[in-house]
């Protein structure tokens, strides 16, 4: 049988949870409501007195009635009392040990726990739970309990002793403060052993309740390939992984300088800074749905898309994600780039081109209105202007662009040059 020395897993403690197999300390469960029947005799215990006395007093008022009449009165207002506040006090204890039950456990409500097992009726195992560690523990526990609140007890007591000896001479007025006090003395010290042992008692049974649920490595293993074989917790893997690839799929595609296409059952995104990388790399790749995806996301980042079949094909046999390009792939890739890099001046030109066009709209209308009147007074005038003004229109544009390309393609020159 192999060794269990391997901590239980979340699985294994859950599914001992659902057995009703949890960290549960009685200790705690029993300081609780000592405590709060000493919270509840601090605060009730005077009006309780106060009732008591006030029912004494009646029932000498009582004596004078029928019998049958003076039992009945005693009768109800005793009941009234065991009502108002025995009522109160168990109210109070029960509430009390749900909660330092749910404090211990979270809500739990096993089953499994209150079927009858028939290992409890086999005498072997009923000899073996007698000499237990745990029940060992629990008897060491309870006497060591008993003996050391014996010494406090009856350190108390013969602090208390010589009181006790005038308590005839004095009466009522100092008896029952000082039984009062005796009895807080008293619970305040079983109070406190209660707090000392519940802790200890709490990690004992967390350290039993571990060791018990312990595995072997070979438990584990097995374990993990059940975890892998279910159906439910592979589509949950699954649909977790699809989230998290969509997400990194969009944040790749919007980094991208081209998208790559075939025309659409292939997508390669290939990513070049010649600050950043020697090569172009190409940061994401998907054939069939995912190519549909890829190319979506292009055209809502406003991504250069360029179709090239061989290309498409050969960065998608030849290269994978976080790849450079292969050496036989320099040129049609510069090409690509360059391409793109027109494409995404030329947009962002026209929207240049569109705001610059809507600012100035209201500034040159009354402008416009003056040069219509003067073309229809002088139209002779207005067509040379016009013609003077197209030409150079024409001129500087081609200068622009016979001076900017250059820049523009700076940026590629790196790559250029490498190639």
């Not at 200890?200 to 649920?213: A, G, S």
Request: hydrophobic fraction near 45%.
């Amino acid at each position: 049988m192999a060794e269990k020395t391997e901590e239980p897993t979340q699985k294994k403690l859950q599914d001992a949870r659902e057995e009703g197999q949890v960290v549960k300390s009685e200790l705690i469960i029993k300081g609780a409501q000592l405590m709060t029947i000493t919270l509840w005799l601090w605060m009730q215990g005077p009006k309780l007195v106060i009732a008591l006395q006030d029912t004494f007093g009646r029932t000498i008022d009582y004596v004078l009635l029928p019998l049958n009449q003076a039992l009945w009165r005693v009768l109800t207002q005793c009941i009234e009392v065991l009502l108002h506040f025995v009522g109160s006090l168990i109210t109070v204890v029960f509430f009390t040990t749900v909660l330092s039950g749910v404090l211990q456990t979270g809500f739990l409500f096993a089953l499994k726990k209150l079927i009858p097992k028939m290992d409890a009726l086999n005498p072997i195992n009923n000899i073996k739970n007698i000499f237990s560690v745990k029940k060992i523990y629990g008897l060491f526990r309870t006497l060591l309990m008993i003996c050391l609140l014996a010494l406090v007890f009856f350190h108390i007591f013969r602090t208390y002793s010589r009181s006790f000896l005038y308590l005839p001479a004095c009466g009522v007025d100092c008896a029952l403060p000082l039984i009062g006090r005796l009895a807080a003395w008293l619970f305040v010290c079983l109070i406190a052993f209660y707090i000392v042992f519940a802790g200890i008692d709490y990690f004992f049974e967390r350290y039993q309740l571990r060791k018990q649920l312990r595995m072997s490595k070979h438990d584990v293993r097995q374990e993990y390939k059940d975890i892998e074989s279910n159906p439910e917790m592979k589509g949950r893997i699954r649909g977790l992984h699809n989230e998290m690839q969509q997400e990194d799929t969009a944040s790749r595609v919007q980094q991208s300088n081209a998208v790559v296409r075939n025309p659409t059952h292939l997508a390669v995104c290939l990513y070049y800074e010649p600050e950043e990388t020697p090569l172009p790399m190409v940061i994401e790749k998907g054939a069939g749905l995912m190519a549909e995806k890829i190319i979506q996301l292009a055209e809502r980042f406003k991504i250069p898309i360029l179709e090239n079949v061989p290309l498409a094909r050969r960065l998608m046999a030849d290269t994978k994600i976080g790849d450079y390009i292969p050496e036989a792939l320099f040129e049609p890739v510069a090409e690509v780039l360059r391409i793109a890099m027109l494409e995404r001046e030329e947009t962002l030109e026209a929207e240049v081109e569109d705001i610059e066009e809507v600012d100035s709209a209201d500034e040159t209308l009354p402008e416009k209105e003056e040069d219509i009147q003067a073309s229809e007074d002088h139209p002779h005038i207005d067509a040379d202007a016009q013609s003077t003004d197209s030409k150079e229109k024409e001129s500087g544009a081609n200068a622009d662009h016979k001076g900017s390309a250059p820049d523009d393609l700076a940026k590629y020159r790196h790559f250029s040059d490498r190639v």
